[in-house]
């Protein structure tokens, strides 16, 4: 039997759609291998967010490089948002690959397997694999609803890799929930660059929110989430869905990326820090207990120490639960890139950076130690160094020591410590 290795880097919807090659693969005959050097096939899932993203992919294919020089015969096939449109370019850089296919492009894939004489039934990619019913590893999978994004805020790249927004039908959406939940998924995590926008594109239009109160009722699936949310495109009718339905959880991925309102304008978010400000407070009164998070961009072209600052009090006044901060990375061919020069020294981005992450630890430590003491439900998904892990509804790590077999199960627990980033506790049973 064929082996495969599929190599992840980037970004929650990248890891869903790996998983999705590979129950395709696993449907075409192929097995999964422990490492690259063990594969006959490698699939390279790559992500450019950031020069540093583009690194890494570059090192692996360096690697990958050196193993086709080693074994000839084994195929190499690259995929995510490292692949433009220029495959032809990309082919004449790295002869050591024999295929590249954009995000999502899974026609292709299908096609190169049929060419090396694999008669594939495509069962592991249809978006609703009724033959498939063996349990899943995890309780926690991950979908993506819509893909692409048509907001072109300037620093980014995403949506010159992944196109324009194409929503996945509201009842196959569905479907695949309830084939998922019927291999032991009891939760769900949508995905797309801007949730927000779900649906504009079909028949009928519709949003979030009637997505959300569809798959709230099928039995025996615990929770929902999604990410992410953009601050302009978000709802009131969405708002109103999180709080009513029992199922989707109180939190939110909402990123600002900046406190500044010129560099918000540079940035072409569409929003103002006020507006921003007032949105989160009118969701922190519909959903009282809403954990939030946002992403920071940090040496935008042109920040100033001033604007910096303002991000800086945005940070100390909103309270996040968990800020994701970057430093600014020209990316080519981005609005930003042709029109602002990259002048922020990385001295300065490495200062700002570390003082978002060193006073975001204080805030997060702060609203963690409110946690001390509480019983919370945890989804377990697995064990790591001996403890088992899950989550809080909230979006809380949790760890907890217990003899039992305790994956995929809803578990009580008393929170004993708490750090910024995870609480531990024990099991409280019969509560
Ligand atoms: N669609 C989401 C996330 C997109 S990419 C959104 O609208 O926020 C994930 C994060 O990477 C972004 O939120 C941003 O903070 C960061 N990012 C994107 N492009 C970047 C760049 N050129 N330099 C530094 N960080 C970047
Ligand atoms: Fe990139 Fe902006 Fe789209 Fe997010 S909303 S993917 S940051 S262009
Ligand atoms: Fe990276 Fe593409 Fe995701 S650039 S962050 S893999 S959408």
Same mark, same amino acid.
């Given at each position: ?238 708002? =109103?869905?999180?709080?009513? +339905?029992?199922?989707?959880?109180? @939190?939110?991925?909402? !990123? %600002?990326?900046?406190?500044? $309102?010129? *560099? ?9 820090? =006020?507006?921003?400000?007032? +949105?989160?407070?009118?969701?922190? @009164?519909?959903?009282? !207990? %809403?954990?939030?998070?946002? $992403?920071? *961009? ?134």
């Amino acid at each position: 039997m064929p082996r495969y290795f599929i190599w992840t880097i980037g970004c929650q919807m990248n890891k869903a759609e790996s998983a999705r090659i590979a129950s395709y693969l696993d449907s075409i005959g192929y097995q999964v291998a422990a490492a690259p050097k063990e594969a006959d096939l490698v699939v390279l899932n790559t992500c450019v967010v950031r020069q540093s993203a583009e690194n890494r992919v570059l090192g692996t294919l360096g690697l990958l490089k050196g193993l086709k020089r080693e074994r000839p015969n084994l195929s190499i096939l690259v995929t995510g948002c490292f692949v433009d449109s220029n495959i032809e370019g990309l082919k004449r850089r790295f002869p050591q690959v024999d295929f590249f296919f954009k995000p999502g492009a899974y026609s292709q894939l299908t096609s190169w397997t049929q060419k090396q004489g694999i008669s594939t039934t495509e069962q592991g990619l249809l978006r609703c694999a009724h033959n498939d019913t063996g349990k899943l590893s995890s309780p926690c999978a991950f979908i993506p609803i819509i893909q692409g994004c048509n907001r072109f805020c300037s620093y980014c790249i995403v949506p010159y890799r992944r196109g324009r927004e194409i929503s996945r039908p509201l009842e196959e959406v569905v479907c695949e929930v309830k084939e998922l939940v019927k291999r032991g998924v009891k939760e769900v995590t949508l995905l797309g660059q801007n949730v927000d926008s779900y649906g504009h594109d079909l028949p009928g239009n519709p949003d979030l929110a009637d997505l959300l109160t569809e798959l709230n009722g099928i039995d025996d699936l615990a929770r929902i989430r999604f990410l992410t949310n953009h601050p302009k495109d978000i709802s009131q009718k969405l708002i =109103e869905a999180i709080a009513s +339905l029992n199922k989707v959880c109180e @939190h939110l991925e909402l !990123p %600002v990326q900046s406190g500044d $309102d010129d *560099i918000l304008k540079a940035m072409r978010r569409g929003y103002s820090v =006020e507006q921003y400000c007032e +949105l989160l407070r009118a969701i922190r @009164h519909h959903i009282p !207990p %809403v954990s939030l998070s946002t $992403d920071i *961009i940090v040496g935008f072209p042109g920040e100033t120490e001033d604007q910096f600052e303002h991000t800086f009090s945005l940070l100390k006044e909103m309270r996040f639960d968990v800020v994701h901060v970057a430093a600014y990375s020209p990316r080519s061919g981005t609005i930003a890139w042709r029109k602002y020069e990259d002048n922020v020294t990385p001295e300065v981005k490495k200062k700002r950076l570390s003082r978002v992450e060193q006073v975001q630890a204080g805030i997060a430590a702060e609203i963690n130690s409110t946690y001390q003491g509480k019983i919370v439900e945890v989804l377990v998904e697995s064990k790591k160094k001996g403890k088992w892990y899950g989550r809080t509804r909230s979006d809380k790590l949790v760890f907890f020591a217990d003899n039992n077999d305790c994956s995929g199960q809803l578990m009580k627990i008393r929170i004993e410590k708490t750090s910024p980033w995870s609480l531990q506790g024990k099991v409280e049973y019969n509560s």
